[in-house]
């Protein structure tokens, strides 16, 4: 499935929408050079979907099937690509970052951003 943000961009993502409303939202943000499709995040979105917890795993700009290359990319184009995420597939409320690498940074920016939407954040080897 894809965001469509204007302008040839296009985030894909994939996400598991619970059964229990309560339910808080995962986010995986990927790390650099990988996708939405590595290991860490197949495995979250095998953990949540057990437990009937939101979860979204996307492919940030210039990774994956998303939209650009990797050289144009910048910490603030893939901050602004989590922006766009949280902006369509959530609620704005009640989330939980999971980083991995870049993508910690990523995590903590837009925690930092926005703290009253997160409940949740680990970080992996940012």
Known sequence: M??????????AYNNYIATNFDAPTV???HGFMSDMN????????????????NFIRYDNYG????????????????????RQVIRHLT???????????LGAWI???????????TIGVINLAP
């Open 38 to 53: 590595g290991y860490k995040a197949l495995m979250l979105d095998k953990y949540c979907r057990r437990r009937d917890i």
């Open 107 to 117: 995590a903590t920016s837009l925690v930092l951003e926005s703290p009253a939407q």
């Open 63 to 82: 990774c994956g099937i998303s939209s650009g290359q990797l050289t144009d990319q910048t910490l603030t184009s893939w901050i602004e690509g989590g």
């Open 91 to 101: 609620k704005g409320e009640n989330i939980i970052h999971i980083g991995s690498s």
């Open 27 to 29: 986010i995986f943000h």
């Open 2 to 11: 894809y965001i469509d943000i204007g302008k040839n961009q296009i985030i």
